[in-house]
């Protein structure tokens, strides 16, 4: 991969994961999210704990995706949390005929386009890391093999 292409990658993901660290800063409001739970049938008692988990998760694979700490996980994990939270919180076809409709619409959109930034990343294997899962091995089997000696 040329320095062009890496600086690409290097900052598409970082801009990917701006709205995941926000999220899980709680620098954008979540008492909407917080209340569609509880109207999908989420038990009350359970809903901030949820919402907290969610944070949390939004927040660890935001930052690893943004820095490069393996960023094919953070992907996966990050998209095990949006489709989920993207079918509950703008289900546009719910809204038909109403005025939140085109609102949905467009969050339901917008969200399957990070979606899709979130599948490329996951699905490539040559992009640049700071840490990756064949470091991580070789340097166990290392370890272990200086250990055995």
């Known amino acids: 991969m040329n320095q062009m292409s890496t600086t690409g990658v290097v900052v598409a993901r970082a801009l990917m994961s701006v ?3 926000l999220n899980g800063l709680g620098i954008i409001d979540q008492t909407i ?4 739970l509880m109207e999908h049938g989420a038990p009350a008692g359970l809903v901030p ?3 907290l988990s969610g944070r949390v998760l939004e927040l660890i694979a935001g930052v690893a995706l943004a820095m490069g700490i393996l960023p094919r996980l953070s ?5 095990a949390f949006l489709i989920p939270a993207t079918l509950i919180s703008h289900s546009f076809w ?3 005929g109403t005025p939140a409709f085109m609102g949905q619409l467009i ?3 917008k969200n399957m386009a990070i979606c899709a930034g979130l599948l490329f990343i996951a699905s490539n294997p040559l992009q640049p890391t700071l840490v990756s899962f064949n470091k991580i091995r070789s340097k166990r089997l290392v ?3 200086a250990s055995s000696a």
């Not at 999210?33 to 569609?36: F, I, S, V």
């Not at 992907?75 to 998209?79: G, S």
């Open 19 to 21: 709205v995941f660290i």
């Open 33 to 36: 999210p917080a209340k569609e």
């Open 49 to 51: 704990l949820i919402m």
């Open 75 to 79: 992907a996966v994990a990050l998209l």
């Open 94 to 96: 719910q809204a038909a």
């Open 107 to 109: 969050n339901f959109s």
């Open 143 to 145: 370890a272990t093999t």
